[in-house]
């Protein structure tokens, strides 16, 4: 049987890490609007894996592919400043990975 410690805890999980997306989410679009490549960036995840910008959290990998085939070596400021608004986050072991995985 389930203990309610771990019930609670596994509902925990799951708010924070919906707090933590949203907080990805967020940095990606702000810095993806910033920089002016907001709209062809979600066009291409579109076309390419059929999945919006907040599908990214799960998912860095597409967005690394996508920088790095669109922008060549000027995709690396873009992943400068999204690496500088997670930073100090980064203690969180989900957006740890996703900083680990974008920066490949």
Request: net charge neutral; proline share 1%; hydrophobic share 35%.
């Amino acid at each position: 049987m389930l203990k309610v410690s771990h019930f609670v805890e596994s509902l925990e999980h799951q708010g924070y890490d919906k707090i933590r997306k949203a907080l990805v989410w967020s940095i990606l679009e702000k810095t993806l609007i910033d920089a002016g490549i907001y709209h062809k960036v979600a066009e291409e995840l579109k076309k390419r894996h059929r999945c919006q910008l907040d599908d990214c959290y799960e998912h860095p990998e597409y967005l690394n592919a996508i920088l790095k085939d669109l922008y060549s070596n000027s995709y690396k400021h873009v992943i400068k400043s999204i690496n500088k608004h997670l930073e100090e986050f980064s203690y969180q072991e989900s957006i740890s990975r996703f900083v680990k995985v974008i920066n490949q």
